[in-house]
């Protein structure tokens, strides 16, 4: 009897042992196949995603719209920060974006310069949110190119000062038309008398010599 409660609690304790490993094996299943969805919409959108330590501004991760924008391939970027990624002379206004995202004050930064890795520059409306990934705080930003955006807006700004002086012009040439006008009827005027004039001046002056 005592073998026979034996064996039997080695079986319960087994199959316990089973479904353990049986529900740690679904567990890690759903994980890999949720981190395999997320792994395939973040590489599959086409802006460029980031993922940065809120703390440190260290990047985590990019997906590779990003990496193009940028130049860099995903290992390079993982190497890091804010700091490298845009022109110094801008850095404390990216920070202070970077900073304000982080703390949910806001979620957008329009037409921030970004640095290359050959060193030119575009610029990018960059939105942010703030997002926990297992026990670290990082921030979540979309990359959107505007440098065609922005090159529009300056010929239509450059078209508009055009006009502008195209106007400026027209008035100025308006109001000289009147002074021009009356200075011409005289030189017209000046230009018929004068032949009569010359001609009354060499008769008086026939009949004085004479």
Do not use: W
């Not at 926990?132 to 300056?154: I, M, N």
């Amino acid at each position: 009897v005592a073998s026979i409660r034996d064996d039997r609690g080695e079986v319960i304790a087994y199959m316990g042992a089973q479904r353990d490993v049986t529900a740690r094996r679904v567990v890690e299943r759903a994980h890999a196949e949720k981190e395999e969805r997320f792994r395939s919409i973040f590489h599959g959108v086409t802006e460029g995603i980031l993922l940065a330590d809120a703390k440190t501004r260290r990047f985590v991760m990019a997906n590779r719209p990003l990496c193009e924008m940028l130049g860099y391939d995903a290992e390079e970027i993982t190497t890091l920060g804010v700091a490298d990624i845009h022109p110094p002379e801008h850095l404390a206004e990216v920070v202070e974006a970077f900073e304000r995202q982080a703390r949910s004050e806001t979620h957008e930064a329009p037409e921030l310069p970004v640095l290359r890795k050959d060193g030119t520059v575009f610029y990018a409306d960059i939105s942010s949110v703030p997002v926990r990934f297992g026990d670290r705080d990082l921030l979540l930003g979309c990359f959107r190119d505007v440098s065609d955006r922005r090159q529009l807006q300056a010929q239509v700004a450059q078209t508009d000062r055009l006009a502008s002086l195209g106007m400026l012009a027209a008035g100025v040439a308006h109001e000289l038309n009147n002074p021009l006008s009356y200075v011409l009827y005289n030189l017209e005027s000046l230009t018929d008398d004068l032949p009569r004039f010359l001609a009354a001046t060499r008769r008086c002056m026939d009949i004085g010599i004479q």
